[in-house]
């Protein structure tokens, strides 16, 4: 069997020589070599997906098969994430999928240029060719229930347009009152100083207390500007972030910085023992973003965060900011207003951007779409959830990296992420004081407890393997809502109104 | 033949996407990555190799063999390099070549810190190392005359010890007796205004002025920093160069950045038709040397460059150099005086730092070596040729990347890049008004000559057919001679005493 852990070491060698092709592009590689580039991570992708459904890796996976009770943790994970791999993908051929990954290449490019001039006509051919790249992946791999099924199982394993309709539909019953009352609250939330413009800079120095507040190595990771802020790790020895700096809008880099932290942490602290192999990032994009929530949202996000940053923060912001105070960074952080970006986007409303992408998506993978309408089917259903249009495409249609990435199936991967990360908080509670710990400058205790339960497997646990050892049951959503409508209440005061 | 070609073209991937693992490591990743990405190295090393001697490439190279007076230009050059690869690696194996890209990757780090620290010990074990494996390398792939000459061949396709020795001696017989007269000229060359401190983000500035004057295309390449100044391309389209720069010697990056960029050039001027493939890069190093030469001493370090350059230059040099004029800046760029550092080292003084370093990679592939001798080895050699003794290892045998890079064979190639040079520029010169073009601030007609003549071939021809098809005549060291002569003489005013 060492043979076949040599085979998926080389995989992973080869996936982690895609993704520094993909990082260097995303952080300031010349233009000029993107076509060249594009074609060289599709070879690469190619030779390593001819490496995952070869005859040898067959050979390994039925010997493993015979007998898999008989290995150990990592070996079992191996054959599980491989085995799932050669199943669903040994009927896509090699052509097909080394075309659809130098497109994808391609389309990063491309749909920066038409986020940039606000122009979906340049984008569109590519994503009508993406679109259709994955509608026939998907009838060549097989589907239970609806095809956008095989999507959504790659990001979350066992997640299904069913469960996922009744999950949204919870959140949507919960979240629409509870944002009403917020709306028609008497509780005003004075935001007006967050524009005030903070140098690149300063916020280069904030971006630096987060890091090392939350604890990242930067011996083993860095920070780089791109497009669109992104974690990606070349093993657990090199989980490197990005943000991208606005100087009227400081906040938004620095929940970027924490966001991505978080997803960093949860691969940096995966156990040494599977280092190097494809198990040593996270399991699913449901946990990985219930991690990054968690240190964005809970964490971050928090009373006792501000509190416990405030004086080295005002040290950097200087007197432009001298009249805020604790509470007034607090309340600014989590203002509930609907609004148009998706990444802005505040806790409560957050799971509405996510329902629309949801929802076009199941469109997109279910019916026959003109490629044409997205923009209008888009702005739509912004009106209809947010009661907001969006004034151009670039806040609208296009404001997301994913479809260029050939993400299709992650997007509900944010709102699970939420509810794993409330669920979580619930548990850590009855451990410790999480609050107190966060106050005291103490998250380092916090990514203790989530390394102990989640970070250290990496992908050795299943999401619900990893969830039910904790307090043997599944996830639940009803954490996710009582967390929102407890937050909401005591900042927006609505305690009398309920 | 498609196929052949397709399969070249998995293996340029593959290569690539370890070119860009290297340009992350040298320009600022992590180093708590190290490690594994030596690991990571390694594998897609092996990826490659395997490939390269596989029996599919067997099968193909057999069949083109057959009817190869039929092929075209590129299908030929496709077939001569890995058939050379072919032949002269299919008896190392796999594993042990994987080891040692494992173990080059590791060995620029210990390189540096040793270099940092001015510890020998550090790198000795691992130098040791790599030495081993390059004669056990040469054992396996067999040699004719002098082990050495295997290597040798790897950088200039039929280079030997025999023919390097009377070279050499050649060098050795008119320069040092010309540095003799230099010495003892009465000529005053003033250089003590070139340590006065240039801020980094001037010496910025004077990089981009340079690359602009050069006709570097940014769009396809880019400037970093790194430990050591290197140019690396992943196909004609993205050719980046780094430099390194000191607040108190601006011209050292000054030259490394012409020098870079001469690099440059030649990559991203070649033909379009043989992009991505194996082939757009230079032919040998001995040519490649011989561009990047022609660029930094020719060009850069000639009177009309500084002439053109001087009103530009100034405005960034400011107030501080205000007193320094042309023929000072000329002058000071081309002080010949014995010194430590070969990439500081004169153009009359160069070739004797290679003459130290050829005669010893001589004696480690040819005899038992202990690792230990070196540095003493190192300096006597320095005392032999320049009448000095470093003060330390890390001006003395640490100083070099190559080593460390695994570039054993490579550094007569500088001393066959510059007798190339001028070997063009005579050629040249029967063309156009070479430094009529400079002073013009034309570099671009200079490029264009070479473009035609050299550039656009990447590897399709050979170093001897490249300069044979100029003016039927293969290299001749004389120009060089000649060119030193005429140089310096006319610097140092030595017209009465020759």
């Known amino acids: 069997m060492e043979e076949f852990k040599k085979l998926t070491e080389r995989i992973n060698a080869l996936s982690v020589a895609n993704s520094m092709l993909h990082w260097d592009m995303a952080t300031g590689a010349p233009k000029g070599g993107n076509a060249s580039r594009a074609k060289f991570m ?19 996976l039925e ?8 290995q150990n943790d990592e070996m079992k994970a191996l054959y599980r994430e491989f085995k799932k791999v050669y199943e669903s993908n040994k009927k896509i051929p090699a052509y097909e999928m080394q075309k659809y990954n130098e497109l994808t290449a391609n389309a990063q490019q491309l749909w920066e240029e038409a986020k940039e001039s606000n122009n979906y006509s340049l984008f569109a051919p590519t994503l009508n060719e993406l679109i259709q790249y994955n509608k026939r992946f998907i ?8 095809p956008y099924n095989t999507l959504l199982n790659d990001y979350e394993p066992g997640m299904t347009v069913e469960k996922l309709d009744e999950f949204f539909s919870k959140m949507k019953s919960t979240i629409v009152p509870l944002l009403k009352k917020v709306t028609e609250s008497k509780k005003h939330i004075d935001t007006s100083f967050i524009n005030r413009p903070v140098t690149k800079e300063k916020q280069e120095k904030i ?16 920070l780089k500007e791109s497009a669109h802020p992104f974690t990606i790790g070349f093993g657990r020895n090199d989980v490197r972030i990005t943000t991208n700096y606005h100087e009227d ?14 997803h960093a942490l949860y691969e940096q602290n995966v156990m040494e023992e599977i280092e190097n192999t494809v198990l040593d990032s996270g399991i699913s994009m449901g946990i990985h973003e219930s991690q990054s929530r968690f240190y964005e949202n809970i964490i971050g996000r928090s009373y006792e965060f501000w509190q416990n940053i405030y004086e080295e923060i005002m040290d950097i912001l200087g007197d432009d900011f001298k009249d805020i105070t604790i509470k007034q960074f607090y309340e600014a952080s989590n203002e509930a207003k609907a609004s148009l970006i998706r990444t802005e986007a505040d806790e409560l409303t957050y799971s509405l951007h996510i329902m629309i992408r949801y929802e076009i998506e199941k469109y997109m993978m279910g019916e026959e779409i003109d490629i044409n309408e997205l923009p209008r089917i888009w702005n739509e259903k912004v009106n209809e959830y947010l009661s907001l249009i969006p004034s151009s495409d670039t806040e609208g249609v296009l404001q997301d990296v994913h479809w260029s990435a050939g993400l299709y199936g992650y997007f509900p991967s944010y709102s699970l992420g939420n509810a ?11 451990d410790m004081d999480v609050f107190g710990a966060i106050a005291d400058g103490k998250v380092s205790d916090i990514t203790k407890w989530l390394t102990e339960h989640i970070h250290k497997y990496g992908s050795l646990k299943t999401p619900s393997e990893l969830i039910r050892q904790i307090n043997g049951e599944e996830l639940n959503a009803d954490y996710y809502v009582e967390y929102l409508i407890k937050k909401y209440t005591k900042i927006y005061e609505l305690n009398c109104e309920q």
């Open 207 to 222: 971006s630096a207390l987060l890091m090392r507040k939350l604890g990242y190595d930067l011996n083993r990771g860095m």
């Open 420 to 430: 794993y990360a409330a669920q979580l908080l619930t548990y850590m509670e009855k």
């Open 42 to 60: 599709g070879l690469i992708a190619a030779e390593s997906f001819s490496l995952m459904i070869s005859d040898e890796m067959k050979g390994y």
């Open 249 to 262: 809008q400081f906040l938004s880099s620095f929940f970027s910085v924490i966001h991505e932290t978080g």
């Open 139 to 146: 009838e060549y791999r097989g589907y239970e229930g609806h």
């Open 63 to 70: 010997e493993l098969e015979k007998n898999l009770g008989e």
